[in-house]
């Protein structure tokens, strides 16, 4: 059996951008409070897993101590934490409850912010999560 290669080669690359939803490297003016590293949290989210929202949980600490499983532990600082937790949900769950905006808000993120997020991870995804309801 012969395989071949089936990328489309182009004569001339497109030139275009979606600036509006993938991240870019500095926030494009001072009210967005999405930079490099509140990508980078986002993008982490998604490697961590759902594990990661409960570390201290029964079964992390049984897979943890039993198995040597490595648990993503809690980021240091609360705002990136909060982001993180609103990534991961984000990424694995169908459906996001008003709690997990909530806790995005109370953090000083925006529904801008999120909704930004929400696109970034339907983009990764191919499919984009559910709202319960914008508090």
Known sequence: M???NLQAQVATPWEGTVDQIVPSNEPSNDNESLGRQEWAVV??????GPRSANPDGLLNSLLRTV????????????RLEALR?????????????ARD??????????????ARILAYV??????????EAWP
């Open 2 to 4: 012969r395989h071949e």
């Open 43 to 48: 993008d982490m989210a998604r490697v961590d």
């Open 67 to 78: 198995f040597a499983v490595s648990i993503p532990r809690p980021l240091a600082n609360e």
């Open 85 to 97: 937790r609103f990534a991961v949900a984000a990424w694995y769950r169908a459906e996001l409850r």
């Open 101 to 114: 905006l909530a806790a995005l808000f109370a953090a000083g993120f925006s529904s801008n912010d999120a």
């Open 122 to 131: 339907a983009l990764g995804r191919g499919s984009a999560p559910e709202v």
